[in-house]
């Protein structure tokens, strides 16, 4: 009796897990141009002594630039980024970590039913049962 309820309950859980993947996949295929990395500001020193960013009271630096750095394969890249590109750059900034959160409970999701599917205790007996009727 015990075994059947929970057999019903693992049986439910892997339904509910299924329809939350399910979701994450619509959600993950809607996402729109992406990209990795973060977008920095700077001020740069050109080293013209003559220049106003050398003058020794109030220098003004040139500026601003932005440089756009990421990590893809183990290989560090740093690009400077048009200021009129910036705010688009910057959106394909936050899709790219709604992608990564999104694989991420993927992920979760997919372990969570691994358990149920291959290590908890009604897994075991589904395949003690498969393998005598086999
Ligand atoms: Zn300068």
């Known amino acids: 009796m015990l075994y059947i309820i929970s057999a019903m309950n693992t049986k439910r859980s892997l339904r509910q897990l299924e329809r939350q993947i399910g979701a994450l996949q619509e959600k993950l295929c809607a996402l729109g141009p992406m990209h990795p990395g973060s ?10 002594p003559a220049c106003r960013c ?5 220098p003004q630096r040139h500026g601003p630039y ?9 290989k560090p890249t740093c690009r400077f980024v048009r200021a009129d590109c910036v705010a688009e750059l910057k959106q ?5 970590k709604t992608f990564r959160a999104l694989m991420d409970r993927w992920i979760e999701l997919s372990i969570q039913r691994g358990v149920i599917e291959y290590f908890s205790p009604a897994a075991r007996k589904t395949a003690v049962r498969k393998a005598r009727s086999s």
């Open 39 to 48: 977008v920095s500001r700077q001020y740069q020193v050109c080293g013209n």
């Open 54 to 58: 050398m003058h020794p009271q109030r």
């Open 66 to 74: 932005y440089k756009l750095a990421y990590v893809h394969r183990g």
């Open 92 to 96: 394909r900034l936050r899709v790219y």
